[in-house]
Every structure is written in structure tokens, then in C-alpha cells.
């Protein structure tokens, strides 16, 4: 012990906080900008950060994200260059750093190798939307040989049989899915939360950070009474889409207002 | 159920995915054991279907390649005009049993879609078909055939427009209406169960094939042919016969402008391993896995990978598979059409080229089947633009 | 042989041609009785046609208009797609026993000439498809067709640029190359021996209809339903059940936008007896017998004339002829592919038009069979234009 | 006896003589301008008149004459227009008149109303190109009652048997279809002529007369010796193609070419 993703929950937790954890897509629009944000993210007080590596086919995203996967490679951004961006913040900060992205890129790299590079930089965990609870074990083994923790994700739709099976075997938190569908900003959030937060507090004392869907402060407020973390992805994406190299202060302000 | 074939295949989708696909392999290993289910699709593969398809012996063409004798089968000359209604029947009649009323779909030459959105017509079911922008242009003709039907037909622009995107479009829609609705996958592609179960429900074709010709020639041909896309026609015909070793088990892979250029879809000659669409399988990737743009005239071939069970025939040596090009597919397309006024769809089109060239590396005691996937309707304008001839202003 | 149904048939042609009927009317008597050449056409049926074409009881048509029973023969699961090949066969079949090299047609849809050019291609013939200037445009697809099959088309502008100019110019070429070739009419029309001959050919029809009605429902049909263009496919599925006479025969004619308006195809509504093309029988023409202009969307049934044994059966009351307009036909294609999943034809939708109308006041113990002589690939770009829609923006 | 047109044979023959027999589309462009073809073609010296009622498909005409016909048709000339001016030249000139026309417009006509007509304006004989010699009977009958003559065509086709049959049943003439086609002029006739007359000359006395393709001078010429009349169409139809209502003259010119 202790990966920093658990230190940090366990810090949180402790100060009775909920955890802020920010999502960009490295590269987008090119590498040098991807810093510039996430230490506006850092400045601004982020407790977790979710990099994602951009791919050809990002299938569980949503339009935003998607966009934002497809101007990274039109900026040529590879894994590589990913892991120099995170060796990059990790000289300069201690946050936990997540990279999320599709098995493909894992298994190309080769497994090992891929997790070996992770250690070298400073990358603490792994989201990886395709790749379920069923498949996870042969990446598992090898990211824990180097203090990796893979996030589980869990869904509305995900069955008590199954939820009890992918419960007993996650680390570091719970990635809950807060709506059906792929990633981005949603007005309303049909599923009845609660429920969905109690399902899984009987079964787990982890920490449950919510994701898919969050946008702004209200709707962060509306949910802050139960979970112990939540996961903003798109409505940050959204603005580095509209304001470019011009990103960093404007997602440094964005990240204050949900601070405030 | 195994869910792989070797390390090929496996179940690589979002969690929100993953309860619905056990819904689906629970049903289908239920349903496929189950005496009324069995007899009714049966039935549809008769009545609605029109099968069993013709075994045709090719004498023009035998006769003027001088030598293994040519049987094609007619899948040309089911319902809708390929094999794609096989598999559609067997999946629908499944989430019809599961009490689904909601059907998505992608589609790639359009003959996929326009099956699904056939039956979900007779089936009365709500069917959305999701098509690649670029295909929706090239063909048009089905476009409008499934908006006929009743289907919502989606032009997918994200990505380059073709297939594997409609695929990825397909897959989050699907994530959005999980609860009722069935994705009902158009080759031996994708996540277990669908490599399997789209295999079952194709197989009938080989199963036919061997009946018709043992009765034709009193034994077992010495080849088989089929182009490959995600692979389910190939599958369809090799399956009966994968334990007869001594049949030779072909695929054949678009190779576009030629496997030397950028622009092919020829994933077992020059793709790596790789997990993407649900399975782990060949695909055509970068190094760092990320999946190449692909290119070939047919839409229903332009596909960066490869059903897994093909990738694993091909990793044991069982079958082989070759590439061949947009030109050659078109020479074949002409051939075929004046040689035995059979035009075939231009997937097709990929193997009977290779025949052409096998057939007469072999002997004349020797038979050759051929799989006539789809028939060439769909083909004709795209064909004619390829060869310069501008229709519109016919 | 009779060249005569009652007062109609006959064979009004130029002297140029009259020995070149009477050669076929020769042959046509000599290998129509010879074992080896029906032994010959059966087989050519099978393998080449796809026959037998199965009748399909439409279920959902059944059940949403509450009446009599409606079963489907699939002609438009044959080889090509229609009707068309059977008779396209058996003359090519003739042509070659007769030693001809050049095959000539005329084509209104273009399925004729697709299932020539076709059959052409197999036998190796030399074929030259005359096609109406506007039929080459609604029919785009076909003209396609053929040319890939090898065959020459040639757009005929003269007159009013449709069927009964094709025909018109197809005999002027075929009294210039009269004596190496073989005239293959596309519908039981023109001068004898063609009414017959194409009849004998497309009788199978009704044949097969006739065994596997016995065979489903052990007893015969209180209605046949056919659209009549020339009158082949009607006559196909008539011909068997003219003896039967409890069983209504019901051929149904293009009334375009209404047998009021001008623009109508409806002979035997609107026609009267005249001589053209060959045969006495019903025209639309006017006072002094000048061939009117006639309109139908469907190119198939955008003819002035009905074959002459279609005039006899009406004369005498044993077989009704009723009109189906555009848009009604245009409601029942749409209604067929939505309710049953099969895109008819847009000249079979006319007869599909009527069996809705008949089936709702026919009682639930009563039984129609309609003949969806085509399928509908062809059509959809000319419905959708109908429709509004413009499939090119798309 | 004697219908004209076996008068004007007999007197013909009687002087050495071969029949010229000029065709035009009656109404082609107008019946006014036909009328005045006709009377620079009689005062040229043909010898025997041949009329073409227009109809909407004439499918036994190559293009020149088919496009007379649309032009007559679109002059909105009728087959009682076509009476009419046969009967105004009828009252100025006795030479015989020959109508062609399909079988359409007598049926239509009514066959017996059809025939009165053509007694009463002066017509002397018909030429019916879809009404073989196996189909003509039926009019035949109705045409004898008026003492019109229905002239049959015989071409290089016709076979031995049937060429007896329709030669022992024929009457005025016969006209010998020169080559294979329809009609329209021809660079070069490829039929052997010469034995064709001669086949035709072994079975009867009647005169022949050669049509389909003429179209000059040294063409008729050079087949003059055998045949007793020739028939000259196309060639004339095309000057009223060319010239419209000012072909009169230019007929009249290519008339008297023909007998110079
Ligand atoms: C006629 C035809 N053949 C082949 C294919 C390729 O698919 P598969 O490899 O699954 O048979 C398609 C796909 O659209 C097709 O339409
Ligand atoms: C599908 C189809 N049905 C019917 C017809 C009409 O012809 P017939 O009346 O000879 O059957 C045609 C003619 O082209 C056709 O293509």
C-alpha cells in the first residue's frame, strides 16, 4: 500500500469531502495545451485526474468526446507522447493520475510493457470502458505487478448477480455510470440515483464516483448528499472544443465554479 | 458456451453492454436447443427465405477456364438477394422470443440492413439501421429499399463513413436503449455471443451444400470459396465442412487498390491481432493499435477486421485466405455476368475472381463451390462509375 | 395450329416476316412435342429460373385486411426477378435448336430484356434489346442490366417513346436481319405463333400453383389476381385454371391517373377491337384507328394492346379485367413491403391493389392467389420521385 | 374488267414502257400542299399514284416515311381527309390510285364502309403492308365488290410454296419488295435482283414492279430491263421533308429527273 487513488479518497473521506475528478483528452488540441489545462485543473483544486488516450474509434463516447479523440490524432498524439504528458505533471504534482482508454491500445502496446511505462511515469490507475469485469483479468494481473488499480465500471442496467461479482473484485473506487448511453452533458439524468446509490452501498464500503452526464454546479449539488466522488468529462471537453489553445484559463474558471 | 476460438473472440464491450449480451447468449442457448423454435425457423428459411438456394453448375464458365468443374451457390436468389436474411431470420425469431419489439442494426453494402428491415417489417418490429455516409452514397438503391420497409435509416459521418463506424454508431445507440431494444449483428463479428450464433444460424449453407453435391456428384468438393467481410457467408459455407480436412477452405479479402497501397480491407494478409468491436481478432491497426482508415469499392468488404473464428481457422492453417483487388473484383463482375448471365453482388464478385484463377491451377476431375453471396443489383451503378459510364446522363 | 382465340390473334405482319413465323411456328410445334427439348426446359427451370417459385401465404396481409386468404406466387424470386425468364427460356431454348445466333427484343420494364439478355449471355447469343427513350430513363437499372449481361440496348424515341415503340422498332430490325434471327417476344402479344407460344412457356405458372395449393390447403382458389400488361404472367397463372370455372380469373390493367382521364393504359376498360402488332384483338385507339398514346407509371403495363387471348377470355366473360391506377398502385407496393416485407413490382402492386380491395369482401373461408410477377429493386427510385423524394440529394 | 391500274399496265406494256409509281404521305406537312405534289407528280408523267395514309406506328417504314406520317398526323390529317383529296384528283386526273395504309384503319373504318369510301372518291387499289397474303381474305372479298384490287407484296424471303400461292391469288401487280428492311432509300441493294425477277417471272405474267430503296435515276436505270414498273418512295418523301410547303416544284423537278 498505498496507490495515491486510495490515499486520496481516504484523505477526502477523512476531511468529509467528495472528490472532483476531471476528464481531458490529451492532445486535444495538441499536447502542449493538454498541460496548459491540467494544471488550470490542479490550480483550481481537481482531486483526481482522468486522462484519456485518443482513439480511432472511441465507441463508448459520446459526440464530444469523440470530436475531441479525433482532433488529438489529427494532432498526431500518440500513447507515447501521453506518457510523456504524465510524466510531465507527475514532476511537478502529486494528484492521482488515471488514464482512461480502449483495451486496443493496451494490448498493441503489449500488456506488460504497457503497464511497465505506467509505473516509469506515474500513472495510478486505469479506465477502461471496453474492456468489462469478465475480460479484466489477464490486464489486472500484470497492472497490479506495478501498483496499478484498474477502475471498475458499474451501470443501471448492471444485474445483482453480477454487481455482487464486480464489486467484490474492484479497487480504488467504483466508476458509477449515472444514465443508459455514451458519455456527454445530459439535461436530465432519468435513473432514480438514489436507488442506484443504495443498491450499491449495501454491498461495498469503496468509494462510488459518479460519472456520465454531470455539466455544472447545480446538478453536482443536486447529487453531492450520497456519492463520494463525481466524474466531469464532457462540459469540460465542450470548452476546450470552443476555445482551442485559449482552453486553460477558461477550464481553470469553469473548475473554480464548481469549487465555489 | 466457449466464448472463444482459441484466444480468438471474448466479450470486449462498455458494462452497460454486458447484461444485455448475457440476456441474448442465454436466450440464444435456450432457443437453439428448443424443438418449436428450431421447426419454426426451419419453416421461415423455407417460406420466407426461399430456401434451400440452388447449387448451379457453371458450365460456361468451367468450360472456358478449362478446369476444375464450378458450382456456385445461389445464395443470390434468397429473399432480398444474399445470405444476410439467414442469419436475420434466426436472430429476429430469437428477440421476437425474448419479447423485444425494437430492433438496430448496422449495415455496410446495405444487404444486411435491407434483410433486418425486411423481417422486422413481417415481424412488425421497429427496426433502425445505422449505414456509414459513404456507403448511404454508394448504395443509394438499398437505402431506399430499407426506408421502404418501414426501417429509420441513420447515415453514420463520424470516423470515415463506412462500415466499422456505422458499427461504433450502432453500439452507442444501443447503450441508450438497452433495455428494449435487439442488436441484431449482421456477421460473425462482434462480441460473444454473435460470432457463434451468427455461425449457427448460417451454416444451414454448407449443410445444403453438402447434400446437393453429394446427390450432383456423388461426393465432397475439393475447394471452397468465399469473399470475407466480417465473414459469416464464408463461415456459413465452411462450417459443415472444417472437419473434413481434405477440403481446402477459402476466404477472400478486399484488397481495394491493392495490398501494397494504403488502401485495402485485407485484414488476415496484412493485419495484426488486436481487440476492437468486442473481440479479439485480426484487425488492421497502427502500431499503436489504433484502427487503420480501410478502402474497397464493396461496402459490404470495407471492414478493418475479421470475424474471430476466421482468425482462428486461419492461425491453425485450416483455411487460407487471399486478397483480391477493386479491379480484379470488377473483372470478375463482368465475367461472371457475360459468362453465365449471373451478376454477382460485388463481394461476391472477390471469389469467383479467385476461382477463376484457381480453376484452372486445377484439374478438371477437381470441384470447386463458390459462395454467390449477394446477388449485383445493388453493384451496377457503382460498377458503371467505376468503368467511366456516367448513367445519369443515359 | 389454331392462330385464333375466337375471333382474335391472327398474324398481321409484313411479308418480310411471315417466313420467319412460320419457321417458328414449325419449330415451336416440332420441339414443343420432342422429349429431349421439354426435358431440356424443365431442367433449365430449375437450374437457371430457380422453379419451382413458391406460393407464400401472405399471413400478415391476411390478417390485417380480415378477409379471404391471400397467397403469393414468387415469381419474383426467380432468376432476374420476374416472371419474364420462364418464356425467355423456352424461346432461347427454341431459338437455338433452330440454329439462330442473333436474338432481338423488345423490353417495357426492362425485366424482359434483363431475363434475354441474360439467357442470351448464357447461351451464348448475340442480343440487341429495344427499349422505349422514357422506359430507359424510369428503368435506369435495368438498361444497366443488360449492357453488363453483354447485350446491345438500343433507346427507341420514335412515337411516344415506350413499349409499343420498342416493339414497333424491333420489327423494323428484325426485317433487315431477318434470316439469322429470332425474335423473342416478351408477352403473349403479336402475330402467331407468339400468344401461344409465349403461353405454353409461362403456363408453368398456374401449374405449380395448382399442386401447391392442393398440397397446403387441399383444395383450389376462389380467385386468381394477375396484372396485365401484354397479358404473359396473367395467362401463366390463368392458363391451368381456364377449364376450372368456379374459379374467378381476374386480370388487372394500368389505369395511370384514371380511366377518365386521357392518360391510362386500360384496354380491355377502355379499348376496342382493332389489328396491331401483329394480332385482332383489343387497342386503345381512336375513331379511325390511330394507336393511342397511353400513360401507366409501371412500364411494364404501359402498353396499348393486351394479348389476344386476354380479348377472347373477356369476350366470353370467362375471365374479368378490372383498372388499378398509379396511386393505387403506389399504396399497395408501399403496404406489401411494410406489411410482408416484399417490395412487388410496381406492375404487380396494381394486381396486389386489387386482391386488398377483394380480399376485405371475400369471406375468411375463401382463398386468392395473386401473382407478384416481379420484384420491386427497379422500382423504388421511380416511387420514391413519385413519393417526392429525391434520392439523388441523399 | 378493267380497274385502272391493269389498264395502265396493259397499255404500258403495249407501248414498252415501264410504270413509274411516285408514293407520298397524304398530308405531309398539309393536304394542300399533297394536293399539289400530287399534280406536279402527274404532270411529270408518272404513271401510277400511291398514297400513304398517315398512322401513329408505322412499322413497316423506315424513318423517312415513318416521319411523314407523324408530320401528316400532326397536321391532324384523317383518313377522310385522305378521301377528300383523293377525290379532288380524281376529278381532274383518271391515272390510277393506290392507297397504303395498315390494316388498323380499314378495320377500324369498318372494311365495307372502308371500300364503299374508296369506290366512291376513285381509289383503285390498296396496298396493305401488315396484311399478308395469309390474312387477306377477309378484306379482299369486300374489296372485289367494289372493283378495288388489293396488290400483294412479295419479298426475297418468300419461299417457293407460299410465292406460288400468293402469286396464283394475286391481281393488278405484284409488288417485289427489293432487299430486306423496311422501306427508305438504299446505297446499294444487296438482293440479287436479277435472279429474283426471274423466279418471280417463271411462276407469272403479271407485272412486277421492284419497290423499297430506289432513289435515282441511275439506280432505275440500271434495273430498268427487267421489271415493269418501279416504285419510288423515300426519295420523294425526304424533298417534302426538305422543302415543306415549297416541295411542289422540287418533286416536280425530281419527277421529270427520273424520266428524263
Ligand atoms: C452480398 C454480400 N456478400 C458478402 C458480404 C460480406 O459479409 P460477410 O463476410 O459477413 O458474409 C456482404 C456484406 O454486406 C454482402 O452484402
Ligand atoms: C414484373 C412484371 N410484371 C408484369 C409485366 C407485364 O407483362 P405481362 O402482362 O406480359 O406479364 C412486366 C413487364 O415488363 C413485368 O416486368
Known sequence: MHNRI????????????????????????DIDTSYDVVEQMINNGIDILEIGIPFSDPLAEGPTIEKASYRALASHTTTDDVFSLVKRIRENYDLPIILMLYVNLIYKYGIENFMKKCSEVGVD?????????EEVEEVKELAHDVNLLIINLVAPTTKSVRLKKIINKSEGFIYCVSSLGVTGERKNITTNLSDFYDRLRTETDLPLALGFGLSNK???????????????????????ALYGKEAPTHVGNFIKSLKD | MDKRFGEFGGQYVPETLMEALIEIEEAFNKYSRDSIFVKELAELFDTVANRPSKLYYASEMTKDLGGAKIYLKREDLNHTGSHKINNVLGQMLLAKKMGKKKIICETGAGQHGVATATIAALFKMECHVFMGKEDVERQALNVFRMELLGAKVTSVDSGTGTLKDAVNEAFRQWTREIEDTYYLMGSVVGPHPYPIMVREFQKIIGEEVRAQIEKIEGRLPDAIVACVGGGSNAIGIFHD????????????????????????????????????????????????????????????????????????????????????NDREAVEAFEYLSKMEGIIPAIESAHAIYYTMKLAREMGKDKIIVVNLSGRGDKDVYQVARYKGVDLDAQ
Open chain 1, 218 to 240: 447545480e446538478q453536482i449539488d443536486r447529487l453531492k448528499g450520497n456519492w463520494d466522488g463525481y466524474i466531469v468529462g464532457s462540459a469540460i471537453v465542450n470548452i476546450i
Open chain 2, 241 to 324: 465442412f472444417v472437419d473434413d480436412k481434405k477440403i481446402r477452405l477459402i476466404g477472400i479479402e478486399a484488397a481495394g487498390d491493392g495490398i501494397d497501397t494504403e488502401f485495402h480491407a485485407a485484414t488476415i494478409s496484412k493485419g495484426s491481432t488486436g481487440i476492437f468491436h468486442g473481440m479479439k481478432s485480426k484487425f488492421l491497426q497502427d502500431e499503436y493499435g489504433k484502427i487503420m482508415p480501410v478502402y474497397s469499392m464493396s461496402a459490404g468488404l470495407d471492414y478493418p477486421g475479421i470475424g474471430p473464428e476466421h482468425a482462428y481457422l486461419s492461425s491453425i492453417g485450416r483455411a487460407e485466405y487471399y486478397p483480391v
Open chain 1, 6 to 29: 486510495e490515499k486520496k479518497f481516504k484523505e477526502l473521506k477523512d476531511n468529509n469531502q467528495k472528490a472532483l475528478i476531471t476528464f481531458l483528452t490529451a492532445g486535444d488540441p
Open chain 1, 125 to 133: 490507475g486505469l479506465i477502461v470502458p471496453d474492456l468489462p469485469f
